[in-house]
């Protein structure tokens, strides 16, 4: 089986050029299934740092997967391939194991990758692209993530993208208690800048989402942080109109097009009297136009804004991101191993069902003795002398050709195995 990764991410290109190639979960599901008619598995990775496709076939036309993307993109083979990297095999598995780990990561170490991973992973299984090759691939990521996470410190110093955006506001604004902040989604990314948010003193919070039900869910789970918390939700049909109510706001949708326009940003800046705003964008694609950064009284940043505020935090991790490198190398080789025995499975089920025949065989002889009377422990006796010929027998044959050969493996495998 052929293993490889394709993807772009922060590094190799801009936001400009992710937000045009990342792919909603509406649009990984057209892709799994176009991606069916060309590899028996694949895994369809999407955040706001990376897109990237894992696959796996006995025979991989790059072509055809590049032309899948680029249709679903509306992007030409030749501009994905502009700011592509590819991973083949052993480097592809070494690639999974140090993103689940947190190591590809724009934040050094942090943990929300890992969930990520395992959305895509469920979402494969759901549309029945996992087999036994990515499905062992995945799930071995996520205990080596775990072991990393175990045993070194890689997420003790760790600075989330969530954090590094409630510290910009922090320094931005004197006393976050005074604030009012508005929240657009309600998921993992923002439930986690809210406990940042509340933690620096914030009372005042709107929370717009697409669904109200998730959205009072959040709600309840922050309450039990701060009782004293003023903090409501609204739809995101209601999001324009409330925009001027918004010191900080803060984005992180799903969403496939723009939220937020610079049209209503102008509204609500006349409506608060020119009072300036502070806004975060964390979606990949993008939940806040991208002019709304260049009207007067607005402080945007958006994810790759935010990653060169985070470089600054790396030298502390670096001590640890060595102990997870180590770990997954050693991984890596244990992974291979497993793919070693995976890749002769047929042959392996042939050696058990020539055993089972061989079994079923002596049964029904030493049923039939027992019935005619035949004294047990005789039949007992001639049961496990059947048994013992018919397993050793190709067995032993098949080593004595290989020893006859001077097969040095053989020998050595011998030597390892049954002797004393």
């Known amino acids: 089986m052929k293993l490889l990764v394709l993807g772009i991410n922060h590094k190799t290109a801009p936001i400009e050029f992710r937000e045009r190639v990342a792919l909603v979960p509406e649009k990984c ?4 299934t176009a991606l069916k008619d060309y590899c028996q598995e694949a895994v369809i990775v999407s955040t706001c740092n990376r897109t990237e496709l894992y696959i796996a076939n006995q025979n991989i036309n790059l072509s055809e997967i590049m032309r899948i993307w680029g249709e679903i993109c ?56 996992l087999g036994k090759y990515l499905n062992h691939q995945f799930q071995y990521a996520f205990q080596v993530a775990k072991k990393v996470r175990t045993y070194t ?67 309840t789970r922050l309450k039990n942080i701060n009782q004293a918390l003023n903090i409501h939700a609204i739809s995101l049909n209601e999001l324009d109109q409330s925009l001027y109510l918004a010191d900080i706001l803060i984005a992180s949708t799903g969403a496939a097009h723009t939220l937020i326009l610079a049209d209503a940003v102008k509204k609500a800046l006349k409506k608060r009297k020119h009072k300036p705003m502070f806004m975060v964008d964390l979606a990949v694609p993008r939940d806040i136009d991208a002019t709304v950064a260049k009207l007067d009284d607005i402080y945007l940043y958006d994810i790759d804004n935010l990653g060169s505020i985070v470089k600054d935090n790396q030298n502390s991790r670096k001590e640890a991101a060595l102990q997870a490198e180590a770990i997954i190398i050693e991984s890596v080789a244990v992974w291979l191993q497993w793919e070693l025995v995976a890749n002769h499975d047929k042959l392996i089920k042939k050696f058990i069902d020539i055993s089972e025949i061989a079994r079923q065989d002596a049964l029904g002889l030493a049923q039939k003795q027992l019935a005619n009377g035949v004294d047990p422990t005789s039949v007992i006796e001639q049961l496990s002398k059947q048994l013992s010929n018919k397993l050793n027998h190709p067995t032993l044959a098949a080593l004595k050709t290989a020893l006859r050969e001077d097969d040095p493996c053989v020998i050595e495998f011998l030597q390892k195995n049954f002797t004393k």
């Open 29 to 32: 599901v057209l892709m799994l």
């Open 74 to 129: 509306a992007l030409s083979p030749l501009d994905l391939a502009e700011h592509l990297y590819t991973y083949h095999h052993e480097d592809s598995v070494k690639h999974l194991f140090r993103v689940a780990s947190g190591l590809d990561s724009l934040v050094l170490g942090e943990p929300q990758i890992l969930g990520q991973l395992k959305d895509a992973y469920l979402l494969s299984q759901a549309q029945n692209m």
């Open 153 to 219: 410190k890689i997420g003790a110093f760790t600075v989330s993208v969530a954090f590094t955006a409630v510290h910009l506001a922090k320094q931005i604004f004197e006393n976050l208690n005074d604030e009012s902040v508005l929240l657009v989604g309600a998921g993992e990314t923002i439930e986690l800048v809210a406990r940042h948010l509340i933690e620096a003193g914030v009372l005042n919070i709107i929370i717009a989402n697409r669904s109200l039900a998730h959205a009072h869910d959040l709600i």
